[in-house]
């Protein structure tokens, strides 16, 4: 059976956040949790729903088309008391959002308040939402959260993942929420070129049980998979001694920058008193550190200021698996005690200094980064029973295939809602048993402690995955979806002309590649589809 195997370095130790522990010791743990009884009935409806015979193009209502904002709608989430200067910053976004949006119904594009400690369920009561799929008729599928989260909890992100498609913009500037609009319409508008090239970074610490997980569970496999269904793609695998933070640097704006980029390595955390431990808890470890115990140099990792100015990552879009590579609550979601660290939680959340760095940098920013706030398990991509990663193959195929990144990150909360599940059930059946007896030797049949505690972890690292950036961007290469209602930036739109007696099948497909750098392989009928209710046809 596999053993609970963290990631995360800790910079005063030099070792792991928390030491290997018992299944039996997590499970009483578990067991002792306050249980959220309406976030458990909306998992159990969200894990229920027939994903295996769904249609290829998830849609959160029967009639709701997710790849068309003016069919899912777009919407914009500001704590209560927002400044307007805000929201001017971000004025070039929210505008081709609107533009995208509200070309059919105006109530498809929506600003909407936060009001502070809301639950989801508070949240939706006062503006009359039910419960059940998403329809902009009570909510857009996409949904912008402005704001750090102090004043719009992780946790409301996570009740809104089950259902919706969550991004979440948080700086410390002004400037920077400028930044981050302007470079999301360069990109789509196509004013700046980035080419469809994907790079997977993994670090392989000598002695390391977790970067070896990472490794050849998660980065090989992605890798083999990916460059073989992905031709168009050209895919790079740097793991071991190429994975040192030169290198890294080098993906992260210094001439070697490709439009996704995935890295699995250790994230670095700081005590809750340590100066640095806002800007630059999450940073990523490189190959570079020779280990455990081993003191943690400037040199051994990547963190916020090493991005300069001169950088060019405009178009990238991130996924940093690693410890608080999204952000760090202010609750320990671990338990205390002998195998608790001191580390967290700090003061106030906050979201990683590396993250808002790329999401605002001056020369043109990243679209969009996903991470994991708190602490992550090597059970993000496999609970130890099987070799599959699905859920994560599924991510990025979307993504390469242009699909928004919220809509891609669906089969990740989609794993959530069914290990929740799965674990309610497991809990409930311990409330009508003794407490768990110790760990056999060996068994055949998985021990129920020993579940119980498997799941525990896996649900709060399926839970802990979160989008930061606007959850409807896509990558800046490759397919990209048809959006009608756009305006190009001379102001006119691009009609779509028939010419009579030519093939409008053949017109249309023709239309599509000429947007896009790379064909995709498309069918008429999906053709149409894509660009229905355009005026122009």
Same mark, same amino acid.
């Not at 002004?174 to 319409?185: G, K, P």
């Not at 017109?507 to 660009?531: M, Q």
């Given at each position: 059976?596999? $053993?609970?195997?963290?990631?995360?370095?800790?910079?005063?130790?030099?070792?792991?956040?928390?030491?290997?522990?018992?299944?039996?010791?997590?499970?009483?743990?578990?067991?002792? !949790?306050?249980?959220?009884?309406?976030?458990?009935?909306?998992?159990?409806?969200?894990?229920?729903?027939?994903? $295996?015979?769904?249609?290829?193009? +998830?849609?959160?209502?029967?009639?709701?088309?997710?790849?068309?904002?003016?069919?899912?709608?777009? @919407?914009?989430?500001? #704590? !209560?008391?927002?400044?307007?200067?805000?929201?001017?910053?971000?004025?070039?976004?929210?505008?081709?959002?609107?533009?995208?949006?509200?070309? $059919?119904?105006?109530?498809?594009?929506?600003?909407?308040?936060?009001? =502070?400690?809301?639950?989801?369920?508070?949240?939706?009561?006062?503006?009359?939402?039910?419960?059940?799929?998403?329809?902009?008729?009570?909510?857009?599928?996409?949904?912008?959260?402005?704001?750090?989260?102090?004043?719009?909890?992780?946790?409301?992100?996570?009740?809104?993942?089950?259902?919706?498609?969550?991004?979440?913009?948080?700086?410390?500037?002004?400037?920077?929420?400028?930044?981050?609009?302007?470079?999301?319409?360069?990109?789509?508008? @196509?004013?700046?070129?980035?080419? #469809?090239?994907?790079?997977?970074?993994?670090?392989?610490?000598?002695?390391?049980?977790?970067?070896?997980?990472?490794?050849?569970?998660?980065? !090989?496999?992605?890798?083999?998979?990916?460059?073989?269904?992905?031709?168009?793609?050209?895919?790079?695998?740097?793991?071991?001694?190429?994975?040192?933070?030169?290198?890294?640097?080098?993906?992260?704006?210094?001439?070697?920058?490709?439009?996704l980029l995935l890295t699995a390595a250790h994230g670095l955390a700081f005590r809750s008193d340590h100066p640095?431990?806002?800007e630059q808890q999450g940073a990523i470890i490189c190959q570079d550190w020779p280990g455990r115990r081993r003191?943690?140099?400037?040199?051994?990792?990547?963190?916020?200021?090493?991005?300069?100015?001169?950088?060019?990552?405009?178009?990238?879009?991130?996924?940093?698996?690693?410890?608080?590579?999204?952000?760090?609550?202010?609750?320990?979601?671990?338990?205390?005690?002998?195998?608790?660290?001191?580390?967290?939680?700090?003061?106030?959340?906050?979201?990683?200094?590396?993250?808002?760095?790329?999401?605002?940098?001056?020369?043109?920013? /990243?679209?969009?980064?996903?991470?994991?706030?708190?602490?992550?398990?090597?059970?993000?991509?496999?609970?130890?029973?099987?070799?599959?990663?699905?859920?994560?193959?599924?991510?990025?195929?979307?993504?390469?295939?242009?699909?928004?990144?919220?809509?891609?990150?669906?089969?990740?909360?989609? +794993?959530?809602?069914?290990?929740?599940?799965?674990?309610?059930?497991?809990?409930?059946?311990?409330?009508?048993?003794?407490?768990p007896k110790p760990e056999p030797t060996e068994t055949e049949e998985e021990p129920e402690h020993v579940r119980?505690?498997?799941?525990?972890?896996?649900?709060?690292?399926?839970?802990?995955?979160?989008?930061?950036?606007? =959850?409807?961007?896509?990558?800046?290469? @490759? #397919?990209?979806?048809?959006? /009608?209602? +756009?305006?190009?930036?001379?102001? +006119?739109?691009? #009609?779509?002309?028939?010419?009579? @007696?030519?093939?409008?099948?053949?017109?249309?497909?023709?239309?599509?590649?000429?947007?896009?750098?790379?064909? =995709?392989?498309?069918?008429?009928?999906?053709?149409?589809?894509?660009?229905?209710?355009?005026?122009?046809?």
């Amino acid at each position: 059976m596999e $053993k609970n195997v963290f990631n995360g370095i800790d910079f005063t130790t030099a070792d792991y956040l928390a030491p290997r522990i018992r299944s039996t010791e997590l499970t009483e743990w578990a067991r002792a !949790q306050r249980r959220n009884l309406k976030e458990e009935r909306d998992l159990r409806w969200a894990s229920e729903r027939d994903f $295996k015979n769904r249609p290829k193009d +998830r849609r959160p209502a029967p009639d709701v088309d997710p790849l068309d904002l003016s069919s899912s709608g777009w @919407g914009v989430i500001f #704590p !209560q008391g927002t400044p307007r200067a805000l929201k001017e910053a971000l004025g070039p976004l929210l505008d081709i959002r609107h533009q995208e949006a509200a070309r $059919k119904k105006e109530n498809y594009y929506r600003e909407l308040e936060y009001l =502070p400690g809301e639950s989801k369920d508070a949240f939706f009561r006062r503006y009359k939402v039910e419960a059940g799929p998403a329809h902009p008729e009570q909510l857009p599928y996409y949904l912008l959260i402005v704001g750090d989260p102090e004043a719009v909890p992780h946790r409301f992100q996570y009740q809104l993942d089950m259902q919706y498609a969550v991004g979440r913009l948080c700086f410390d500037d002004l400037a920077d929420y400028r930044r981050y609009a302007e470079s999301v319409v360069a990109a789509e508008d @196509g004013r700046r070129h980035v080419r #469809p090239e994907a790079s997977f970074f993994s670090v392989l610490t000598p002695n390391d049980k977790a970067t070896e997980i990472s490794t050849a569970r998660l980065v !090989q496999p992605l890798a083999r998979t990916l460059g073989t269904e992905r031709e168009e793609w050209k895919f790079r695998c740097l793991e071991g001694e190429e994975a040192n933070k030169a290198t890294l640097l080098k993906l992260l704006g210094y001439g070697e920058t490709p439009a996704l980029l995935l890295t699995a390595a250790h994230g670095l955390a700081f005590r809750s008193d340590h100066p640095r431990q806002r800007e630059q808890q999450g940073a990523i470890i490189c190959q570079d550190w020779p280990g455990r115990r081993r003191p943690i140099l400037r040199d051994h990792y990547v963190a916020a200021e090493d991005i300069g100015d001169d950088a060019r990552i405009h178009g990238l879009v991130a996924f940093l698996f690693g410890c608080h590579s999204a952000g760090t609550p202010n609750v320990d979601n671990f338990p205390p005690g002998r195998w608790g660290q001191p580390t967290i939680p700090p003061k106030k959340p906050f979201i990683s200094g590396l993250a808002r760095r790329l999401l605002s940098h001056p020369n043109g920013s /990243a679209l969009a980064v996903v991470g994991h706030v708190d602490r992550a398990w090597t059970s993000s991509f496999g609970s130890g029973l099987g070799k599959g990663i699905y859920h994560v193959e599924a991510f990025f195929k979307q993504l390469l295939d242009g699909y928004p990144v919220g809509l891609a990150m669906d089969w990740i909360h989609e +794993r959530f809602a069914e290990i929740s599940t799965d674990l309610t059930d497991v809990l409930d059946e311990y409330k009508r048993k003794d407490s768990p007896k110790p760990e056999p030797t060996e068994t055949e049949e998985e021990p129920e402690h020993v579940r119980m505690a498997r799941l525990w972890r896996a649900n709060n690292d399926a839970r802990n995955f979160v989008v930061l950036g606007d =959850p409807a961007v896509y990558l800046a290469a @490759g #397919p990209r979806p048809a959006r /009608a209602g +756009r305006q190009h930036p001379e102001g +006119r739109s691009a #009609p779509l002309r028939l010419t009579q @007696g030519r093939d409008p099948i053949k017109e249309i497909l023709g239309r599509l590649r000429g947007r896009t750098r790379v064909a =995709p392989p498309i069918s008429p009928v999906d053709a149409i589809r894509a660009l229905r209710d355009r005026e122009e046809v």
